[in-house]
């Protein structure tokens, strides 16, 4: 019996649908540690991020507050790991 398994193509045209499927059922924004927690990384390492344009965050005017949307740290998880 002989296995066939998928191509590079296949399994990210499959990562892409299902990431576009979690994108839009929680969209939301997070805060600084929910993010960091979400990416399973430590809160420096989210600043740096943040710092060099890997990840996008939203500031709240008079507050100085940072939130992430989810689904744009979804969109830098799949660049990071296309790339």
Not at 7 to 33: C, F, G, N, P, S
Request: charged share 35%; proline share 4%.
């Amino acid at each position: 019996m002989e296995i066939t398994l998928p191509t590079v193509d296949e399994i990210r045209a499959v990562l892409k649908e299902e990431l576009e499927q979690l994108r839009y059922t929680d969209e939301r924004l997070m805060t600084r540690e929910e993010a960091a927690e979400f990416l399973s990384i430590s809160l420096p390492t989210l600043n740096d991020w943040t710092k060099s344009g890997k990840i996008k965050c939203h500031r709240i005017p008079d507050t100085g507050r940072v939130y992430y949307l989810r689904s744009e740290l979804l969109d830098a998880v799949v660049e990071c790991k296309v790339s």
